[in-house]
């Protein structure tokens, strides 16, 4: 039997990293977590045993520590990265600029430096669909338009690592992979694993789930005067084990060019407000909302256009929205039972 390759997941405790890890073993790989839990738990790697059955190797660490990073790289012979580890909060980032070019560029640099002197050429790295800018806005999003200016710093460190990456491909073995995700939502479906943000969620969905189990007042909509059908912004969701999927494709995925860009969405658009009404029509239960003014760095509408994966990655959707919005409330229930945080 041929030995399992073994791939390290940067950010590997976070949400769509630890929904990665799991589809990484279904897929008979090996996954390596590296992860400073700035944004997530080491209690995380627990669950996903409890899912897999697997021990995962975790490593509790900063990537912006190069002798730390160096340390794992020695320790492995790993056949492939993906780095999600980076800050992500929009309107964070348009507060704190240098505390995300600093962490999302300076850990993606050392990251680099290490690619290059353990030779692995394989990187599939987390992008998002911030890239295409605001002039791109209120239309499909598609890999051929030009990538255009991002309305957040946050926005700004993917651009630029996308960049960043494509100068050392064309000059080098590297091989990226760049995923431009949408709106990732949901959990696992056993309801073991999910979205476990640290403080005040920023992201929408645990913000209604924590809402709706009475951990906090109510949700605020940012916003309802934006140029969409009910004047709230319009998010492309996909349910996360359909984004971790994709990972695992691109893994194997062979291509000739020095790089490729694949988006990740369902090409459906839906608004905070539906997303709302979605929400209490699946779980029954009411939800406590009022509007509020935008929040900074929001754009009006993104969704995306996902031929291109579907095609070349042999990759489709399978799960619905509705199905995302249960396995994330079955999660906010079980982690609440069992006390994960
Ligand atoms: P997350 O915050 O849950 O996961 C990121 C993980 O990276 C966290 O566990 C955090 O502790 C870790 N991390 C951050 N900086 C680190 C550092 N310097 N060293 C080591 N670990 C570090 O976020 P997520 O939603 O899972 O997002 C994963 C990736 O996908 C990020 O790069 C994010 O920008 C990107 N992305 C996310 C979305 C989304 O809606 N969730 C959309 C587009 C792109
Ligand atoms: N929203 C609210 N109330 C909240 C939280 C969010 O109304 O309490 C709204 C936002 O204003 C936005 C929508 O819900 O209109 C979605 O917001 P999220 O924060 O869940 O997601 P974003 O689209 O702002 O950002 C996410 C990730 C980014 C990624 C981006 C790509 O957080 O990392 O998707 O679109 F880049």
Redesign the pocket.
């Known amino acids: 039997m041929s030995e399992s390759k073994e791939i390290l997941v940067?950010?590997?405790?976070?949400?769509?990293?630890?929904h990665t890890v799991v589809a990484l073993f279904e897929q008979g790989y090996t996954p390596v977590i590296?992860?400073?839990?700035?944004?997530?738990t080491p209690s995380?790697v627990k669950q996903i045993s409890l899912i897999t059955g697997k021990e995962c190797t975790f490593y509790l660490?900063?990537?912006?520590?190069k002798a730390f990073l160096k340390s794992v790289f020695e320790k492995h012979s790993f056949e492939g990265v993906i780095?999600?580890?980076?800050?992500?909060a929009v309107a964070e980032s348009v507060e704190k600029p240098l505390y995300y070019y600093d962490?999302?560029l300076?850990?993606l640099i050392n990251l680099l430096g290490c690619l290059e002197e353990f030779q692995v050429n394989k990187i599939v790295?987390?992008?998002?669909?911030?890239v295409y800018g605001v002039e791109n806005s209120l239309k499909p999003l598609n890999e051929e338009m030009p990538v255009g200016k991002p309305n957040s710093p946050?926005g700004w460190?993917?651009w630029m690592a996308e960049q960043m990456l494509i100068d050392i491909a064309g000059k080098t073995d590297l091989r990226p992979v760049f995923l431009?995700?949408?709106?990732?939502?949901g959990a696992h479906v056993s309801g073991k694993l999910g979205?476990?943000?640290l403080g005040p969620p920023n992201?929408v969905l645990p913000y209604i789930t924590q809402t709706a189990a009475g951990l906090r007042k109510e949700l605020t909509i940012f916003g309802k005067d934006y140029d969409t059908p009910d004047g709230t912004c319009v998010r492309d969701y996909i349910h996360?084990m359909d984004v971790a999927k994709a990972h695992v494709k691109s893994l194997s995925y062979s291509f000739d060019s020095t790089f490729e860009v694949f988006n990740l969405g369902t090409g459906k658009g839906t608004s905070v407000l539906e997303l709302v009404q979605l929400f209490e029509k699946v779980t029954g239960k009411p939800l406590n909302y009022q509007f509020g003014p935008r929040r900074s760095g929001d754009v009006d509408a993104l969704f995306a256009d996902v031929s291109k994966a579907k095609k070349f990655l042999n990759w489709n959707t399978e799960r619905t929205i509705e199905d995302a919005i249960l396995d994330a409330w079955k999660w906010e229930q079980y982690r609440l039972e069992n006390e994960i945080s």
């Open positions: 940067t950010g590997g405790t976070g949400f769509i990293g630890s590296l992860d400073n839990c700035s944004n997530s995380i660490g900063d990537m912006r520590d780095h999600f580890a980076a800050f992500k962490n999302n300076t850990s790295f987390s992008s998002s669909c911030t946050y460190t993917k431009r995700y949408f709106n990732p939502i979205e476990l943000p992201n996360v």
